[in-house]
């Protein structure tokens, strides 16, 4: 007998979350992490002298609930900050989950727009919990569902009619709208706009002018829990996914780098490490993206090449770099940006998106392949540290690679761009650090430098995703299943996939 | 002020209006056509704009329009007769060209000097194409239903639509899904390598459409292009004797053979509401028409929002209809040549002249899919594109009833032309957006600017004063995907019926969308008939 029933490649949210639900259910499982910390992306990098980024991110509420996070100290309800777009005039607008403060706000560009905003969030709150119902959907490969798999799909659809009329139909017509559409529909200011549909092309290689970008506009929406970044940082999350596991009776190695996924007679049998070790187990989850996972880890062999082929043409195409500063401890951000501003203690998400066209510009430079001379920022800070999320970085560049002189041009955007709305920012700098496309594909296994771990396009959506018939974390090697961010409900930190996956595979 | 009843009134004599009056005349019914200009056709229209050249003013080409329709209204016999367009020529820059021609093994060859990898896939693309298009037919005769109603009716139209769904392999819905929802840039990257072979395909995808090709949603808008068949030969497009007139001519004289009394020089004012029902159209000269049932052909902003007040309606739906994405993105230049114009690629006189093949066909400007994306880039900061994606037809190759002998009329599609420009349009825009044509034609064929002896110039603003079309989409609306099938025109209002007891929608603005395609307009008069009672 195997000392373990279940393999888990990768100790990122999804992975842990993976972990915990299933020892949880009495499975032996041992997880195998690369790096010699854990949490994957969500943990940045594991140079000592590195400026560690920490994405933030809120575990659903079912999944804190049902491993009892909380007792392993994480924050049950985690809020999201204020998102305060930047405009060159120094003025700002602050989107914050307090309604009032944000009627407040956008009434100094626009009047209409504030008497909309809280039905525009009483909709969106709804539509959220729409799509929020749909990722907790299995599903099943269409369309020879039974009863059993379709029941699922039956109630999701009642659950939308539950909607009625109106919301279901607006909830529907904006998944394939593009943002720019979505929010024209709403209201008038440009500057307000620009603020939200920056989470509709975040971390998408889409401008708010594609088809699809209010699609990701939700998807932000609902997995930061509101406009900015939620106000956690995933180091809380993985630690307290790390005790859960544990406590529930999983095993995690890390410094264990799988080299292969074995597999006979398209059954997998385990894994081997790139130390030679083989560990055998009849069931392997994978949380590093498909691409990684169907390319890299299984040998094509026990692969259709139809599938290979669709793997192949997974949309990675990730666009994002980021950018740590550091500058001196005895001064705070805000304070950088607006001398005059008294020091607000909540911590906030900035971004730089002062116009519509002026995202869509920074996306018209990713279609060609070249870096965005006014690139869309969003900030967050901590401490003394500033992480910069920069769009677009595309990860195929068309005239260059990435090389110390694209790097040296990616940063010298960033700190032009930033002097122009923080101007005190760039003397007080004392230390910087940045992160290509290119460095998140071999730093973290990010295929294409994707944190979404594949595009959150339409056609990589629902039923879609990661390839068409597989979204069930099924694949075609029997007893291999993917529980990672490239799935149904995947993309940013929520631990959808991870439960979801775990849930299939209890089925079983 | 003269007054007369009818059975019903349709407004609007493009091909949707007068198929709709056909069809109901069909079953019977009284039918008044009223048309706004002093010609029929709406946006199918061949008019001489200079003495002895006669141009296809808007739409000018036709290959959707439904095969049943034909048939059913007996179309030949009443003129219609198409010549088929044989062959798509797309001059390079360098000088070179690639042609698609009428023979598959021509074309294969043409291919292979480009790309040997392209020649193979090129089979299997054209298969899925087809395999697609099959797929997608079934829906262009579905009546789209309402998914939020337990109405009898509306539970059947779901129940259709998913047994519909259901009859398809795995394989074939999932390659659906990905066409509707895919740009037309990531299929076509799946398939080909050479540039121009993608850039010429993609434009099918962006026609009519304010998206560039790497824009999610624009593979579809590709698809409804090959959905049109030539005697049951899909993608097999064709030209109209007389231009797109004559087809419009044919359905006209098709339908007053059916009883249609058709009215032109009769512009609507607007729709008479009685008792919550509509039950008349006023004429801007002040004549009434009284009939049982109005039919508007107009597209929807104009049906919802200027023939009727919008007290008649919902809220929501008045929303829905001012929400309904009208940008018009292409424009046409019409222009009397007084020779063939003179392909660089592909030269008819001197030592290395050849027959002026590809001049029978469409002739594409349509380099590479980065061409027409800046192109697209242009637009959608308010400027036409500097560098348009054309595509060009000569009537007069294929009709020489077109333009007088050894003379030409050349029609040029021509896209993006925004009809918001910054500053709005003026004669010096207009004059600049041809301009930004000719000189774009003329890296290809530079004998070009000499031969011009007359030009149209027309831009989504003139298809709207011209044709009354709102926004000037040529579509009536976007085919987006947020505004199709039971999204079109407006959710729960996608049968042709509307919230106006009575009163019906029967144009490229409802469900299956346009171009010269007449399903829209056949659909409504059966769910029309329905209600008749």
């Known amino acids: 007998m195997n000392a373990y029933d279940t393999l888990i490649i990768g100790a990122g949210h999804n992975g842990l979350t993976a972990a915990a639900w299933l020892a949880k259910a009495g499975k032996r499982v041992l997880v195998l992490e690369k790096r010699p910390v854990l949490g994957g992306f969500c943990m940045g990098q594991d140079d000592a002298r590195a400026l560690v980024p920490f994405p933030r991110g809120i575990i659903r509420p079912d999944i804190i609930r049902h491993l009892g996070l909380e007792q392993f100290g994480l924050n049950p309800a985690p809020v999201s900050t204020d998102l305060i777009s930047l405009l060159p005039d120094s003025r700002q607008l602050i989107l914050s989950t307090d309604t009032a403060k944000t009627v407040e706000s956008i009434s100094q560009f626009s009047r209409p727009d504030a008497a909309r905003w809280p039905d ?113 940082d995933s180091r809380q999350i993985i630690a307290a996914l790390e005790r859960a596991a544990k406590s529930y009776g999983a095993e995690i190695r890390v410094n264990a780098e799988v080299e292969r996924i074995t597999v006979e007679n398209a059954r997998v049998t385990g894994i081997r490490l790139t130390t030679g070790e083989q560990i055998p187990a009849a069931c392997v989850l994978s949380s590093t993206d498909p691409k990684h996972t169907f ?48 020091e607000s203690n909540s911590p906030a998400t900035y971004i730089i ?138 993309g940013g930190v929520s631990g959808i996939p991870g439960r979801n996956a775990a849930k299939t595979i209890l089925k079983k | 002020m003269p007054s007369h009843t009818y059975d019903a009134l349709v407004i609007g004599g493009g091909h949707n209006g007068l198929i709709n009056a056909a069809y109901l005349a069909r079953a019977g019914k009284k039918v008044l056509v009223l048309e706004r200009r002093p010609i029929v056709g709406g946006a199918a229209v061949t008019e001489e704009i200079f003495p002895g050249f006669r141009f296809t003013e808007f739409s000018y080409v036709v290959s959707l329009l439904r095969p049943e329709i034909i048939r059913e209204l007996d179309l030949p016999r009443h003129g219609l007769k198409i010549l088929p367009l044989p062959s798509t020529f797309t001059p390079l820059e360098n000088g070179d060209y690639l042609a698609a021609w009428a023979d598959h093994d021509d074309t294969r060859r043409e291919i292979y000097r480009h790309s040997p990898r392209d020649a193979d896939a090129y089979d299997d693309y054209a298969r899925l194409m087809v395999r697609m298009a099959m797929a997608v037919k079934p829906l262009l005769s579905l009546v789209p239903p309402d998914l939020a109603s337990l109405s009898p009716r509306d539970l059947l139209g779901l129940f259709k639509t998913a047994r519909y769904a259901a009859s398809l392999s795995e394989k074939d819905l999932y390659a659906l899904a990905k066409l509707i929802t895919q740009s037309s840039a990531d299929l076509l990257d799946d398939w080909f390598e050479t540039d121009a072979l993608k850039g010429t395909k993609s434009a099918s995808g962006i026609i009519g459409t304010f998206l560039g090709p790497r824009s999610p949603g624009t593979a579809y808008v590709l698809l409804h292009h090959y959905m049109g068949e030539i005697d049951g030969a899909f993608r097999a497009w064709g030209f109209a004797k007389d231009g797109s007139g004559g087809v419009t001519a044919s359905i006209a004289r098709a339908a007053r053979a059916l ?115 800046r192109a697209y880039d242009d637009a959608k900061y308010g400027q036409p594109s500097r560098h348009p994606y054309i595509d060009i037809v000569i009537p007069s190759m294929i009709d020489p009833d077109m333009a007088p002998p050894g003379q030409h009329v050349m029609s040029c599609f021509v896209q993006y032309v925004p009809y918001d420009i910054e500053g709005g349009w003026t004669d010096q825009k207009k004059a600049q957006f041809a301009e930004n044509v000719i000189a774009t034609l003329e890296q290809y064929a530079p004998n070009i600017r000499r031969a011009i002896i007359g030009q149209q110039i027309i831009t989504p603003a003139d298809i709207e004063r011209i044709a009354g079309i709102t926004g000037g989409n040529i579509f009536h609306g976007e085919l987006l995907l947020h505004q199709l099938f039971f999204l079109r025109p407006a959710p729960q209002w996608a049968d042709f019926r509307t919230p106006l007891p009575g009163y019906y929608l029967a144009a490229s603005g409802a469900h299956p969308g346009g171009g010269i395609m007449g399903a829209a307009g056949k659909l409504a008069a059966q769910e029309i008939l329905k209600d008749w009672k």
Request: charged share 20%; hydrophobic share 40%.
């Open chain 1, 120 to 232: 525009f969030v009483r909709f969106m709150a709804r539509a959220a919990a729409a799509l929020e119902a749909a990722y907790a959907t299995p599903i099943s490969p269409l369309p020879k569902f039974s009863i059993s798999q379709g029941l699922p799909l039956a109630q999701l659809a009642l659950k939308l009619r539950g909607l009625g009329a109106k919301d279901m139909y607006a909830f529907i017509r904006l998944l394939p709208m593009s943002a720019k559409e979505f929010l024209d529909e709403w209201f008038e200011s440009d500057i307000l706009k620009a603020a939200l549909a920056s989470l509709g092309i975040h971390n998408a290689n889409l401008g708010v002018m594609s088809a699809g970008s209010a699609y990701n506009l939700l998807h932000q929406y609902l997995v930061r829990g509101g406009w900015g970044q939620p106000a956690q």
């Open chain 1, 295 to 342: 390319l890299r880890l299984v040998t094509p062999e026990p692969l259709d090449p139809e599938f290979v082929w669709q793997a192949q043409r997974i949309k990675m195409r990730g666009v994002t770099a980021k950018i740590h500063l550091a500058f001196d401890p005895s001064i705070r951000f805000s304070t950088l940006r607006q001398p005059s501003v008294p």
């Open chain 1, 353 to 490: 998106a002062p116009s519509l066209a002026y995202l869509e510009r920074a996306y018209d430079a990713a279609k060609y392949g070249q870096i965005s001379e006014n690139p869309y920022l969003e900030l967050t800070t901590a401490g003394n540290l500033l992480s910069v999320h920069f769009q677009f970085a595309p990860y195929f560049l068309k005239k260059s690679t990435w090389s110390d002189e694209t790097r040296n041009t990616l940063e010298q955007i960033a700190l032009t761009t930033l002097a122009e709305f923080i101007p005190n920012l760039n003397s007080q700098i004392q230390n910087l650090q940045s992160l290509t496309p290119l460095d998140l594909e071999t730093g973290f296994s990010l295929t294409e430098g994707d944190p979404h771990h594949g595009q959150l396009m339409l056609d990589q959506f629902f039923f879609m995703r990661p390839i068409p018939g597989y979204a069930s974390h099924e694949t075609p090697i029997k007893g291999l299943y993917l529980c990672g961010s490239g799935l149904h409900g995947g």
């Open chain 2, 259 to 373: 009883g249609v009394e058709i009215r032109t020089d009769s512009p609507v004012e607007k729709v008479i509401v009685k008792n919550g029902r509509a039950a008349g159209v006023a004429l801007q000269n002040g004549d009434e028409f009284h009939a049982k049932v109005i039919v508007s052909a107009a597209d929807p902003k104009r049906t919802f929002l200027q023939f009727v007040e919008p007290k008649y309606f919902p809220d929501d739906f008045v929303a829905q209809i001012r929400n309904f994405r009208v940008r018009g993105s292409s424009g046409k230049l019409n222009l009397a040549l007084s020779e063939l114009p003179e392909f660089t690629a592909w030269p008819t006189t001197g030592p290395n002249a050849r027959p002026p093949d590809p001049h029978r066909g469409a002739i594409s400007i349509s380099p590479s899919i980065d061409y027409i994306e």
